[in-house]
């Protein structure tokens, strides 16, 4: 009798009870979803920002003309261009509806109907929004009899003014000037460090 009543009592100590087993299901089931909702959100975060990186349009050997009520006002050409994520507002800290982008061997050639003159811009790297064109690595720039090479330049596309940074070197036949930050606005060259070469003819 008390080896029966031995195994009685250790089958009634080993033996959970109903009632654990279901909270310890449902203590599981409660942790497994917690795990799934924060895989899930990562994956739905990178998705995000994997489509925010997608660019709408990219295009090679390209050809652009601009057309306005006067005629053709700016033709450009370029081996590649394609559009850049969205940007940042500082302010809002919201995506800006501002187009911008990458171009890429970029050559590009402005009539100016009130001057009666053309500007020419080529780059081997420009990026663009509907502000301004940004060449970091350098620009060639002509406009009448003007021209000159600038290390870094920003280009304002409604005041045609150019603001170049770094080196910058004005190209003539009688004469090649130097400096730095040149800032070409309305007509006239502002510039530091200036110095040059002229060449004078004698008779």
């Given at each position: ?14 033996k959970p ?57 700016t033709y ?56 301004e064109f ?70």
């Open positions: 009798m008390k080896f029966f009543r031995f195994k009685s009592q250790a089958n009634s100590i080993t009870k109903s009632g654990r087993i279901v909270m310890s299901f449902f203590v599981c089931l409660s942790l497994f979803s917690l795990v799934m909702v924060w895989v899930l959100s990562q994956q739905q975060e990178s998705s995000k920002q994997a489509f925010a990186e997608i660019s709408r349009f990219e295009v090679l050997d390209f050809e652009y003309y601009k057309i306005s009520s006067l005629g053709v006002e450009a050409i370029g081996r590649n261009a394609k559009e850049t994520p969205k940007k940042i507002s500082k302010e809002t800290g919201k995506e800006t509806n501002e187009e911008s982008g990458i171009l890429e061997q970029i050559s590009v050639i402005n009539y100016l109907f009130d001057e009666q003159k053309f500007e020419h811009l080529q780059s081997h790297l420009a990026l663009f929004s509907q502000q940004f060449f970091p690595k350098g620009v060639n720039y002509a406009r009448d009899t003007i021209k000159f090479w600038s290390e870094e330049a920003t280009y304002q596309i409604f005041t045609k003014d150019i603001l170049g940074k770094g080196e910058f070197k004005i190209f003539n036949k009688n004469y090649n000037i130097y400096g730095k930050n040149i800032l070409y606005q309305k007509g006239k060259i502002y510039a530091n460090h200036v110095h040059g070469i002229f060449t004078t003819e004698r008779k």
